[in-house]
């Protein structure tokens, strides 16, 4: 139930970083509405404090969230963005996530 519960809120937390950064890019890219930074800095806001809800240390949770980040990232790619990942896209998400586990869930050694 620990690993559901951890990937679970790395994609929420995912979500919020690249909501947070997608809302800027079309205020600077797209000619959108300045009113957009506002949801930005909210959804960048619990961004942080979405990382704060894991029970392991912090640099542990930064090195293992950046594998769920990049799956999120590519399948925000698809859906939003319209571009269809590559085979090569899949290799490398599938490396990250099982990255993501050896540090997440390993044993501890010490």
Known sequence: MEIIRTF???VVTALA??????????WLKQGRSAWLLIPAALSLAAFAWLLTLHPHAA???????GGVYITVALI???????????MTDWVGVSVSLLG???IMFG???T
Do not use: K, N, Q, S
Not at 59 to 65: K, T
């Open 8 to 10: 679970a809120l790395f």
């Open 17 to 26: 970083e690249i909501i947070g950064c997608y809302l800027p890019y079309l």
């Open 59 to 65: 640099g542990r949770v930064y090195a293992a969230y």
């Open 76 to 86: 925000w790619l698809w859906l939003v963005d319209a571009v269809r990942p590559t």
């Open 100 to 102: 993501m586990m050896i």
């Open 107 to 109: 044993p501890r050694y």
